[in-house]
């Protein structure tokens, strides 16, 4: 039995017409209504009631074209890569993404992508906004939280959780942290705006703390706390993924390390519509990088 002949059926079936297949397949009308009765003759059946007035599938004609539909979008789907992995890629990128996730994290992978693909160019927009995808010119963002907007096509990297550090030189000062009580004793630098903080809310394999106090320094800007805590001005909670590097250099220690928020889901999202291979391949590679840090 011949792939042709299930791909051509599929075909008519989702353009509704042989006419209108033909025009999408670039092929002749008779070529494909030949086809499609030679696989209604092997597989001893009829797929498709034949009227002059409108298109209808026979139930084992519906039957087919569901079983079909996803082993042939995968080797279409296949297809399209391998053409696209052989062309040289070219253009511009439009991404955008919260600042502090592109200046950790994307603009390092960034260059490594145009490294290896030096005809490439990114527009990067770092903002905390919500971008319309349909009013604005952008291929693709990096969102943190929860999606939404169904329209958008979406792939999720992980999710962020944040944790409690604090720097050597602070701790030293205080012999015993061992509860949330003793954590109350030190100061705490805390994210927000104009006084707006959140109370912190962590929780372990055997309970959730509501951790609320009154905090020496508060800000918005994720660097000022980062620098704040190593500087050894209070404890802060952070994102795991921005001070691991802090942790391994030693400027920064994880206390209370059972403890974490729960986590917020991480996603690149890009409009429902087709994607350039420029765009679809640096997803590919960004993704390969990022799921790594956001697990």
Not at 241 to 259: A, M, N, P, R
Request: aromatic share 10%; proline share 4%.
């Amino acid at each position: 039995m011949v792939f042709d002949d299930f791909y051509f059926f599929s075909k008519v079936v989702e353009n509704s017409s042989y006419s209108k297949a033909s025009e999408y397949l670039n092929v002749p009308k008779s070529l494909l209504s030949r086809r499609v009765s030679e696989l209604e003759n092997k597989l001893g059946v009829q797929l498709i009631h034949r009227s002059t007035r409108s298109f209808k599938l026979t139930p084992a004609g519906l039957d087919l074209y569901k079983k079909i539909t996803a082993p042939i979008k995968a080797l279409e789907d296949s297809q399209r890569e391998m053409i696209d992995f052989q062309k040289e890629l070219i253009g511009t990128i439009r991404l955008t993404a919260p600042e502090d996730l592109s200046r950790f994290f994307l603009i390092d992978i960034i260059s490594r992508f145009m490294d290896l693909n030096p005809k490439i160019k990114f527009d990067v927009y770092s903002t905390g906004r919500k971008v319309d995808f349909y009013k604005e010119p952008i291929d693709l963002g990096l969102r943190v939280g929860k999606l939404s907007d169904s329209s958008l096509i979406s792939k999720k990297l992980g999710e962020i959780k944040n944790i409690i550090v604090a720097s050597p030189k602070l701790l030293l000062k205080y012999k015993k942290i061992e509860t949330f009580d003793d954590l109350a004793t030190l100061p705490i630098i805390g994210f927000g705006e104009l006084g707006k903080v959140k109370d912190w809310v962590l929780y372990n394999e055997h309970e959730y703390v509501h951790f609320k106090t009154d905090y020496l320094i508060t800000t918005n800007v994720m660097d000022g706390i980062i620098k704040c805590a190593i500087d050894g001005l209070g404890v802060a909670l952070l994102p795991s993924i921005l001070v691991q590097k802090s942790l391994e250099s030693g400027e920064l220690t994880h206390i209370f390390k059972s403890y974490v928020t729960p986590g917020v889901p991480v996603h690149f999202v890009m409009p429902n519509k087709k994607m350039p291979a420029r765009v679809r391949q640096f997803i590919d590679f960004a993704a390969h990088d990022l799921q790594k840090h956001f697990q």
